[in-house]
């Protein structure tokens, strides 16, 4: 294994498209930002650098952190943020995952603008368990704002409504023609009829999830979130937020040169209020030489799903199995020690004074687990619990069942006002715990990508309707669940997961929608430390940020 270093310089850039240029926040002034590569095993540290006058932090998303919860990066849970004119230096060891992950940025809406991908190669004398690519392409799907995507959390927040939507959504940073004036700036992926590509999808957009496919062409799905599963093919593939996947693409050996198709992305939604539901294409092309924009373009796009196609999403995400191999097994938990009940979804909170928002009766959303709206800090959680002084940071009385039970996909309670509190549940070191997170669909049914930092999980079940704790274990998939460390819970529906608290500190999960995360959907577990040494999270860098 290697050691490898990256430097990242945070700094202003200005981008121009769809005609409009914003000053955003960047990596090396590349948008997308640029790609960590290294392979299973190796250790990776990063120098990040502030040069800008936000405060910044950034996370790596889907990295299980095994004994390196510092390194982890959510701001004001598990570091203060790196400020004007500091740096941080994230040093982690990538053991025990091979795949496609992202990095990005976790303060704010930073992220908008501060991510890209993580890749992971298998070991130097290991090799996929499928066919070898003849090349392999990262796909990041992203959104754009035409102005600074900090005015637009702004408003979200203060108003509880909204928020703005994005004004186009992204391949590789580039909306593609279907927007106006920007046919230029048009991602093109130039390949070899009879050929096999390693696509490596990454679902970057802040508050969308995505639907991903490309004309005449079939995708075979191997692996998720950076772990492979059982390989079935499909024309479409979906990706939440968080979310990342590889697909292989096979050329057609009979396409002649200069065939041209287009791959697209556009939402999936099935909540209320308005949201950007245009579609973006690149274009994939049979080399060698120039690809002009195929014409008419519209009639090329590929058949995506209608945007509120849950059939297709509850088909597609039932087709996920691990792999589960001798090589690759499964390690989901056949008993439960911890239980947990979370609903997860919208309510209201108060009108601040003076301004005019946009929930029911006047109120401004809210979003909560739980009923609690989880409240940032402002220094961090696992600082303060490392040295043992929780008094006034954080507390430890999180409740493992809703405070105010109702049907949750039936009518509303009069009440849909959330609270706040800084509110942690806390693990003993390894136990197995199951998690159901209920959907509740008080303000509009929408699917939440739930994310967990710190750990992958097992799905072991899910369905519609309220969740029944007599009849729907009995249908668990302990055998072969797919492993995950963002998973959708089905508009009007629940999700089962389970996983062992194996990774001592402390680790947030939220609704990958960044707009619910700042209206309160996140919440932190804290894992204990176990009995050995290897069980204990180790004390904090030098260089860790103060607040
Ligand atoms: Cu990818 Cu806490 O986020």
Redesign the pocket.
């Known amino acids: 294994a290697k050691t490898r270093h990256y430097t990242f310089n945070i700094r202003y850039q200005n981008v121009t498209k769809l005609r409009h240029t914003v000053r955003v926040l960047t990596v090396n002034h590349q948008l997308p930002g640029p790609p960590l590569v290294a392979r299973e095993g190796d250790r990776v540290l990063i120098k990040v650098i502030n040069h800008v006058a936000e405060n910044v932090t950034i ?1 790596w ?1 889907g990295v299980r952190q095994l004994q390196t919860g510092w390194a982890d990066g ?1 701001a004001y849970v598990t570091q203060c943020p790196i400020q004007t004119g500091q740096s941080y230096t994230y040093n982690f060891t990538l053991n025990g995952q091979r795949g496609t992950l992202l990095w ?1 940025a ?1 303060i704010s809406w930073l992220r908008a603008t501060i991510h890209g991908p993580i890749i992971i190669l298998p070991r130097r004398n290991e090799s996929y368990p499928f066919e070898n690519p003849h090349k392999e392409v990262a796909i990041i799907l992203g959104e754009w704002f035409n102005v600074n995507p900090e005015s637009v959390i702004q408003q979200a927040l203060q108003t509880g409504g909204g928020p703005n939507v994005s004004d186009a959504y992204t391949i590789n940073g580039h909306p593609g023609p279907l927007y106006n004036s920007s046919s230029k700036d048009t991602f093109k992926l130039k390949v070899k009829a009879g050929n096999t590509y390693l696509l490596r999808l990454i679902n970057a957009a802040l508050n969308d999830e995505l639907f991903f496919s490309i004309a005449n062409h079939s995708l075979t799905v191997v692996d998720v979130d950076a772990s492979y599963i059982k390989p079935f093919q499909t024309d479409v593939v979906l990706l939440s937020p ?1 979310q990342t996947s590889n697909v292989l693409l096979k050329t057609n050996p009979n396409f002649p040169i200069n065939s041209t198709f287009l791959m697209a992305a556009r939402p999936y939604f099935t909540g209320q209020g308005t949201f950007d539901n245009s579609t973006t294409v690149g274009i994939l092309h049979y080399g060698p030489g120039h690809s002009p924009l195929p014409t008419p373009i519209t009639t090329l796009i590929p058949n995506l799903p209608a945007i509120n196609d849950t059939n297709f999403v509850t088909n597609f995400s039932r087709k996920l199995r691990s792999l589960a191999t001798a090589k690759f097994p499964v390690n989901v938990p056949q008993t439960v020690d911890k239980q947990f009940f979370f609903t997860v979804g919208l309510g209201t909170a108060p009108c601040p004074k003076n301004a005019t928002c946009q929930g029911p009766n006047g109120t401004k959303f809210a979003a909560s687990v739980n009923n609690i709206s989880f409240a940032l800090p402002s220094t961090a959680i696992l600082e303060a619990y490392f040295s043992r002084r929780a008094n006034g940071v954080y507390r430890t009385d999180f409740p493992v069942k809703p405070v105010f039970p109702f049907n949750y996909t039936g009518t509303p309670p009069n009440n849909t006002l959330v609270s706040n509190s800084t509110s942690l549940v806390v693990l003993p070191f390894n136990a197995s715990v199951e998690v159901v997170l209920q959907g509740t669909s008080i303000l509009g049914a929408e699917s939440h990508p739930l ?1 967990l ?1 710190g750990f992958n999980f097992y799905i072991v079940g899910e369905g519609f309707g309220n969740f029944d704790p007599n009849k729907d274990p009995a249908n668990f998939n302990l055998v072969d669940p797919v492993e995950r460390n963002t998973a959708g819970v089905p508009a009007g529906g629940w999700i089962a997961f389970r996983f062992f608290a194996d990774n001592p500190g402390v680790w ?1 999960m ?1 609704c ?1 929608l960044d707009v619910h995360t700042s209206w309160g959907l996140r919440m932190a577990w804290i894992v204990l430390d176990g009995p050995k040494p290897n069980q204990k999270l180790p004390p904090p860098p030098a260089d860790l940020p103060k607040c």
Do not use: R
Request: no cysteine; charged share 0%; aromatic share 10%.
């Open positions: 996370h998303h959510p990005h976790h968080g994310h930092h947030f939220h990958h």
